[in-house]
């Protein structure tokens, strides 16, 4: 098993990672791999596309279509159009209302997993020292603050550790973070350049 101290440095790089990637965007590539499963949502949502492009093709065939020269083949494709139209919004409900519910389970569980579980943590060992500082190296208000609020004097505690690790993994994405986007910006000077070049 994971020691305390990696433990929470896991969590919040998992945090960090959330907040850094986005939760939408997370939700709407975890709901992209469910739809490749095969379940009744995923059925449901290939049924939607299905009748989607059903709808746009009979709309552009009856805007195609003259109403005034040929309006049999016109009121024909119309009530295909309207019935059409309407299964799909029927079955859009029925696909949206499956998304809701996939969605909420996935925030309830990636806040369970990241946030709830650093909470949990914090309390379960609120008492646990998370690793002991060497005998007099500190002063005495000086353990007293690192081990806040209530492990033993003398050890860090989790809270103060948790914070630590959020502020390190903070500071050590936002570097790697300025140094990707500094490669990116420098590989593309130079694209920029010989196209320019290419132009005069």
């Known amino acids: 098993m994971l020691s305390l101290v990696l433990t929470i440095l896991f969590v919040h790089i998992a945090i960090y990672l959330v907040n850094t990637i986005g939760a939408s965007t997370i939700d709407s590539l975890l709901w992209h791999l469910y739809l490749k499963l095969p379940t009744s949502t995923s059925r449901n949502a290939r049924e ?57 389970s996935v925030k309830s569980a990636r806040w369970l997993s990241t946030n709830g579980l650093k909470i949990f943590l914090q309390f379960w060992y609120s008492k646990t020292p998370v690793f002991a500082l060497p005998a007099g190296w500190f002063p005495y208000y000086v353990e007293w603050v690192l081990s806040f609020p209530r492990a033993p004097l003398g050890a860090v505690s989790i809270q103060v550790w948790s914070n630590v690790c959020a502020t390190a993994v903070s500071f050590i994405g936002d570097i790697i973070g300025s140094v990707v986007v500094l490669i990116v910006s420098q590989n593309a000077a130079p694209a920029a350049g010989a196209e320019a070049k290419k132009t005069q």
Do not use: C, G, I
């Open 48 to 104: 939607q596309q299905r009748m989607k492009r059903e709808v746009v093709q009979l709309k552009l065939e009856m805007n195609s279509t003259s109403s005034q020269d040929e309006f049999a083949k016109w009121a024909k494709l119309r009530r295909r159009h309207d019935k059409s139209l309407e299964e799909y919004e029927a079955m859009n409900k029925t696909v949206s209302a499956q998304k809701s519910s996939f969605d909420w």
